[in-house]
């Protein structure tokens, strides 16, 4: 059974299908034949600012528990060795900072389902029973519905000058926010144990996954993971500098 025909999934792709009709409409005088991929890159900004209260959430939470870092490494050092006293005096503290230990990740998993949306959107063949218009859309002679990888290996001229410019633009994205986890990253107390250097070494090269990803689906999908991260990279810094204060920048 196509999941994308399953009647809630159909409805909420025919609304978001509407949307991005509309919105690539009024850039077609701008874009031309481009104006699909305009509105991809439209919608994936409308829907990152619809977020922005994720990522407000997410930040504060990450300054709490980075403003916390030191009273909890203490109280890890006087208790080690009795866990429930530490579990008592680990929640006493974060009750009495009004910080929740979870803070932030119901937020980060309210924003799955509508990036899956998003993205089922530029790979589902049909949409409403009808097929897909979305993916007959071309970006450099590219269709939407085409994977970039594909069309650089077949030697189309746009596929390579693409793939070659979403690479770039998502490995230089990638090495800027593994150098921002590795500057944000708290140094573990001595005798505290802590993940494995190898794990968090492994964790950092995390974010340039997606460049090879953007290989592989379709061209609608990497202009959408381009943008995402892209606004990603500039929102946080941003967001960090907003919110924290000087202990969430330097806890001693």
């Known amino acids: 059974m196509d999941v994308f025909s399953f009647p809630p999934i159909a409805f909420l792709l025919t609304l978001l299908a509407g949307a991005l009709d509309a919105l690539s409409g009024p850039l077609d005088p701008l874009l031309g034949a481009a104006s ?13 600012v619809l977020l922005l209260p994720v990522a407000v959430a997410q930040v504060r939470a990450e300054g709490a528990r980075r403003r916390l870092a030191p009273a909890l490494a203490e109280i890890r050092r006087r208790w080690k060795g009795d866990p429930q006293r530490l579990q008592q005096k680990t929640m006493e503290l974060y009750r009495e900072a009004g910080v929740s230990p979870v803070a932030g990740i119901g937020s980060a998993l309210l924003q799955a389902p509508i990036v899956s949306l998003v993205y089922a959107l530029f ?45 770039v633009l998502l490995v230089v994205a990638g090495l800027a926010t593994r150098a921002m986890m590795l500057r944000m990253q708290l140094p573990a107390a001595p005798d505290q144990p802590g993940m494995p250097p190898g794990v968090l070494r492994a964790l950092g090269w995390l974010p340039l996954i997606t460049a090879p990803i953007a290989l592989i ?36």
């Open 36 to 48: 699909a991929a305009g509105g991809v890159v439209l919608l994936t900004l409308i829907v990152r």
């Open 123 to 167: 790979i589902a063949q049909r949409i409403g029973g009808e097929p897909n218009a979305l993916l007959a859309e071309a970006l450099l002679g590219v269709p939407l519905g085409r994977p970039l990888g594909a069309a650089a290996l077949a030697g189309d001229g746009g596929g390579l000058l693409l793939a070659g410019a979403v690479i």
């Open 217 to 252: 689906v379709p061209l609608a999908a990497a202009l959408y993971l381009v943008t995402t991260t892209l606004w990603t990279l500039a929102e946080r810094p941003l967001l960090r500098r907003l919110l924290w204060g000087e202990a969430e920048r330097n806890p001693s």
